[in-house]
């Protein structure tokens, strides 16, 4: 019941999803996926998956790559979640479970590795706001320069008038 009354009260408000969103990683998300995006072993229709918002993210990360693997690390600091998104309080408190999600993509748009991983001690962040850090690494051998590197965060049990409870909060591009 207290599902449906969030989700009610959230619906007045338009939720964009990743084909949709005006956010400045919209356009890149959909020239890379155009159809899915996996997050997490799941792929998900970008006309279903929800945007925050606003990018809620701030990444501080490293991309380091040896002869055998490629490493992403660093910390992210995640801004608190804004109406229509809300997370319900539950055994873990006020709190929704981040998920981290880096991809490589080859100077031809070629995805060539890609990593999931949660934070560093614990997965579960507060809704109001967060700073943790992580770890993403690899198998991995080759080149990197000049490739682009791509890190999203991604956030569930986080509801709104979408029915898809996993949503982008928001992530960090660069070109190595």
């Known amino acids: 019941m207290v599902l449906s009354i969030a989700s009610t009260a959230a619906s ?15 356009p890149l998300l959909r020239n890379h996926f155009p159809k899915t995006i996996p997050i997490h072993g799941w792929d998900y ?3 279903e998956l929800p945007c925050h918002s606003k990018d809620i993210t701030q990444f501080n990360l490293t991309a380091t790559a040896t002869s055998t693997a490629f ?6 600091t995640l801004g608190s979640l804004i109406s229509p998104f809300t997370v319900m309080d539950g ?17 031809t748009g070629r995805i060539v590795w890609q990593q999931k991983g949660f934070p560093i001690g614990d997965a579960w962040v507060k809704a109001e706001g ?4 992580f770890t993403l690494i690899n198998s991995y051998s080759g080149s990197t320069s000049g490739y682009e590197l791509i890190v999203l965060a991604a956030g569930d049990p986080i509801f709104s008038s979408n029915p898809e409870i996993r949503v ?8 190595l």
């Not at 967060?130 to 850090?133: A, G, P, R, Y």
Request: hydrophobic share 40%.
């Open 12 to 26: 007045a408000q338009k939720v964009h999803t990743v084909e949709t969103t005006n956010l400045w990683y919209g």
């Open 45 to 47: 229709p970008i006309s």
């Open 71 to 76: 490493q992403v690390s660093g910390s992210v």
């Open 91 to 107: 055994a873990h408190g006020k709190k929704y479970m981040l998920h981290l999600q880096a991809y490589l993509f080859s100077p």
């Open 130 to 133: 967060s700073i943790v850090e």
């Open 168 to 175: 982008v909060l928001g992530m960090k591009r660069i070109i």
